[in-house]
């Protein structure tokens, strides 16, 4: 399995829901991260675990909460978000936070996050 | 401030033409370099990467070229085809070590005609 699963590929959610996104990965990889992509702009880093630690977290306000249950899932749970806040929430894994040299990330297809 | 730049957004080439794709970038901290492709719907995906150590890395159709002094880098896919139209993502990384964070540029869509 060389998969990055990321569900659900749509999510639709009003300002007052909360809802979760879920990522999972078997390839036996101990940092997983959560990027923000808008459109026509590059992916932007949100958040990265390693060994289930969180070990950066790049100032994202606290309506998006991590959680990395452990080593193969990664989830990020979302309480009162704003519009602005749609985008494509992608996940990625890597072997260990010094790895990217031979493997670069692996990538998830996305959750496309539509606030209304 | 964008650290990565890809100044061309867009670049449209004939199938069996090489493919040239740039990248600059400001951050003389950054020692290594990755290349992905993204198609729609889809995440990106890592085609090939260089070290700052070394000026040339080639997989099959793609060679990635560094040129330290002028930051810059660029892409060369040849011979070019068309299930190589997609969105380029050139990024970069402080060090093999600190490879945790990677800064992305906004990206290059290839459309390669038959």
């Known amino acids: 399995d060389t998969e990055v699963t990321q569900t659900p590929k749509h999510l639709v959610m009003g300002m007052t829901n909360k809802k979760s996104l879920k990522c999972e990965q078997h390839?036996?990889?101990?940092?997983m991260y959560w990027y923000k992509q808008k459109a026509k702009k590059p992916p932007e880093l949100m958040f990265v675990y390693s060994y289930e630690k969180l070990s950066i977290n790049e100032s994202v306000p606290s309506r998006f909460s991590p959680e990395c249950p452990n080593s193969s899932l990664l989830n990020l749970h979302l309480h009162a978000l704003q519009p602005e806040d749609s985008a494509l929430y992608l996940c990625a894994s890597s072997q260990w936070t010094g790895a990217i040299s031979n493997y670069g990330y692996t990538f998830g297809s996305g959750t496309r996050l539509t606030v209304v | 401030d964008q650290q990565v730049k890809q100044n061309s957004p867009s670049l449209s080439v004939q199938e069996g033409r090489i493919s040239i794709l740039n990248c600059d970038y400001t951050n003389s901290m950054f020692d290594y370099f990755l290349w992905y492709k993204k198609y729609p719907a889809e995440g990106p995906t890592f085609l090939i990467s260089?070290?700052?150590?070394?000026d040339k890395n080639e997989d099959g159709r793609f060679t990635v070229f560094l040129n330290k002094s002028a930051k810059h880098l660029s892409l060369h896919i040849v011979p070019s085809q068309p299930g190589d139209s997609a969105v380029y993502f050139c990024?970069?990384?402080?060090?093999?070590?600190?490879?945790?964070?990677?800064?992305f540029g906004e990206g290059t869509q290839l459309t390669v005609n038959p």
């Open positions: 260089i070290s700052s150590i070394k």
């Open positions: 990024a970069a990384s402080e060090g093999e070590t600190s490879g945790s964070r990677l800064t």
């Open positions: 390839m036996g990889h101990r940092a």
